[in-house]
C-alpha cells in the first residue's frame, strides 16, 4: 500500500552513497547510520587525535569487509599510509590486562591502598623518618640516630639516587627467640663459589645440555628461577669453547638483572666487572677488549642489530627470561630468527621459566626443548577468604604474623612499585619499633629489604646479603624477584596478586605504568620463590575464585600493549617495508602499528607513504625516544644543538634535585636560584651549565642540593649523544643568549603535547582537552609565570595531572611547526 511504499521510499533514501558514487544496501547503512550514532563522541576524540585542523571536511565511511571498522576521512592531511586515510578504529583503544573490568581485584587495583596514603601523610608530617626502616628491630635510639645520615626522597620529584645510602650502624645485639635454622641461607657462608656451583640443579646436567647445544643451531631450555640459566650457561659456553673467535652474550629484559648477573658471574670467574665479563645497558657500557661473555639488555642488542645485522661479533647469544615478552624481546625473535638462517656458525639459546617453550621451539622449526630438573619443594598455597580491601596493609600484617609465630625462613612480600615497597617497609619498621619498645622480651629481629628498579644497585646488592644469626630477613620487592633475581632462603611468599604494567593509556595519548592483576601463571611463579630450599608456604592475598576467573592465564605480551614508536623505526631502518609483514610471535594489533606510524609521521621521520625521511634516518641513530630525538635534530637544524644536547642529556637521567623533607624549605630556596622563568627545560640547562663552570664538583652539588650522581650520568650520557653527533658530521652549534631559539626547538618535538592556559596553574591540552597542572616544582610556577602556551615532557599522574617539566612557547610556532595539529585563525 501507499504508506507502507513511501515508508520504503524514505527509507531507501537514507541509503548512504559511498565515494564511488553507488549506494550501501539499507542494511549497511542503517548500521553504519547506528555506528557513527554510537560514535560520534569517539569520532571527536579520534578526529582531534588525527591531527585535523579544525572546520577539516570529514567525512565517515562504512569498511564493507570489516564491519567494526569505521574510517574517518580527513582531508588536508595526508598520514603516511594507506593513501591519504586516516584510518582509526576501535580497536586502537589499548588491549587492557584485564579479564573483567568490573571485577574484585580490578576494583581493588583501581583504589590503591590506603595504608600507602596514610604514610604519605604521617612522612610529610613527621619529617625525621625515612627510610630507618633498615634498622629495623634496633633499639629506639639507634633507630632515631638514623636521622642525622638518612637522606630522604621526594616520593613527587625524585627518585632515589644513588648516593641515597645510608650508613648501616652496627645493630645492638638481641638475643633472640628464634632458634638457629638450618636455612640455607648459611650455605653460601660455608662454601666456596665453586662449590655454590656445583650445587646447582643446571650442573648436573651441563654435559647433556653443551651436547644439545653442540648439535643444533637453536635450543630452547626451561628451568625452574635459581636452576643456574642466567649465571651458568654463560659460563659452561665459555667452557665449551665457544668463546675461542666471538663472544657470547646474553639478553635480559631489565637492567637490574644485566647488572647484578654479570657481576655474580665476574665473581664466580674471579675477574674484574668489566673485564672477561661486562654488561652494556642504554648508556652505560661496562666491557672492554677482554670481554667475552656479555650480558645486556634486550634493547642493546636490538640496537647493535643496526650497525652489523649479522651480529657478527657474537658466536651465541643466549636469549634469557624469554618469556617475560618484553617488547625488545619480541622483536629480537624475529631479527635473530633471521641471523641464524644467514650464518651457520651461530648458535641461539632461548631461556624460559615457564610453559611458553613449545611456542618458542615452534617460532624457530621445532627446535628441541632441553628441561633442567627442577629441585623444589611443595609449596602450600594459603587463601585469603574475601577480597583484601588493602594488600599493602594484608601484606604488612601478615609479616609480621609470621615473623612472631612462624619458624625460621625468610620472606619475600610482592608489592607493585616503589610507593607500595617504602610505604610497605615503613610501615613494617614502625609495628616492629612498636613491639621491641612495648615487650619486655627481646623481640627477634628482622632484616626489611626493598627492591625495585630504581634502588641503587648497592642497596639492591643487599638483598643477597645475609642476615645476622637468628634474624630474619623479609625482602619486599617488585615482579622483579619473580623471575629475574634468585634469593635463597625464602620459606615465605606473600603474594598481593598485583603489578605494574606499561600500557597505552589512550586518555593521556602515551604509555603509563599501570596497577593491575598479575597473571595466573606470575601468581605460580611467585608462589614457586617460597619452595626453593624447602617445604614453603605461599600467603595469597586474593580468593582462589579471583585467581580462577578475574586473572589471565598468561601475561599479554608487551608488544600488544604499549606505543611502538621506536619499534616501528627500527624496523623500517631494517627494511622492513611492510612491518605487517614482519615475523612477529604474536602480531601487534594493526592499529597499534598504525597508531605509532602515525605519531612518527607527526614527528615528520616517515613521509606520506610510510618511508623514513631523512630525519628519521637520523633519529635512528640515537637511542632515544622518537621525540627527544627530534628535539636534538632540530637543535641541529636550528643553530642550538649545544643547548639542546644538555637538555636532552637531563631528560635522559632521573630528576637530579634533591629534597630532603626536613629541609624541604632550603633546598626549595636552592632549586629557585637555577630557575629560568619561561622553561623548566632551560632551568635543567642552567643547573648543568652552572655545575661545569664548577668543575664538576661533588661538593658543589651537595651545597646546591642536587644528586652529583645523577649529573654525573646526565654528563655519560652527553658525551655519549656527543660522539653519536660526531660521527654523523654534526657540528655542535650554539645559540646562546637566545634561548628563544631553544624553546623553539623544544616545541618542534613536543607540539603534540602543548597545553592552553585555562586558569591559575591550570592548563588544558590543545588536542584532547585534558586537565594538565603546572607542577609546584616547576620554574614557571615558582616564577608566577603562567604563559598562555606551553609544551610539555611528559604527563606524570598523582594526585593530580600534572606536567613534568614545561617550556612557554609561542602559539605561531605551534602553528608553524605542527601544522596539523594547529592553525591561526584568520
Ligand atoms: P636462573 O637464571 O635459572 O633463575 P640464576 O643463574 O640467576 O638462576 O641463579 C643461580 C643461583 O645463583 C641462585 O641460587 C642465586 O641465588 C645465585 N645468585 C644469582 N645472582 C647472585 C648474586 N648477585 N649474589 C649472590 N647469589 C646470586
Ligand atoms: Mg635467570
Redesign the pocket.
Known sequence: DEVSFQKKEAELAKRLVRRDGTKMSLAQSKKLSQLTADNAQWEDRQLLRSGAVRGTEVQTEFDEEEEHRVILLVHDTKPPFLDGRVVFTKQAEPIMPLKDPTSDMAIISRKGSTLVREIHEKQSSNKSRQRFWELAGSKLGDILGVEKTAEQIDADTAVVGEDGEIDFKEEAKFSQHLKKGEAVSDF?KSKSIAEQRQY?P?FSVREELLQVVRENQVVVVV??????????LTQYLHEDGYTIGGIVGCTQPRRVAAM??A??VSEEMDTELGDKVGYAIRFEDVTGPNTIIKYMTDGVLLRETLKDSDLDKYRIVVM?EAHERSLNTDVLFGILKKVVAQRRDFKLIVTS?TLNAQKFSNFFGSVPIFHIPGRTFPVNILWSKTPVEDYVEGAVKQAMTIHITSPPGDILIFMTGQDEIEAACYALAERMEQMVSSSKKAVPKLLILPIYSQLPADLQ?KI?QKAEDGARKCIVATNIAE?S????GIYYVIDTGYGKMKVYNPRMGMDALQVFPVSRAAADQRAGRAGRTGPGTCYRLYTESAYLNEMLPSPVPEIQRTNLGNVVLLLKSLKVENLLDFDFMDPPPQDNILNSMYQLWVLGALNNVGGLTELGWKMVEFPLDPPLAKMLLMGEQLGCLEEVLTIVSMLSVPSVFFRPKDRAEESDAARERFFVPESDHLTLYNVYQQWKQHDYRGDWCNDHFLHVKGLRKAREVRSQLLDILKTLKIPLTSCWPDTDIVRKAICSAYFHNAARLKGVGEYVNCRNGMPCHLHPSSALYGMGCTPEYVVYHELILTTKEYMQCATAVEPQWLAELGPMFFSVKE
Open positions: 653460601a646447582l643446571i628451568g625452574e628461577t635459581g636452576s643456574g640459566k642466567t649465571t651458568q647484578s648477573v657481576k655474580r634469557d621459566a646488592a643477597f623471575t633475581l634468585t634469593v635463597d
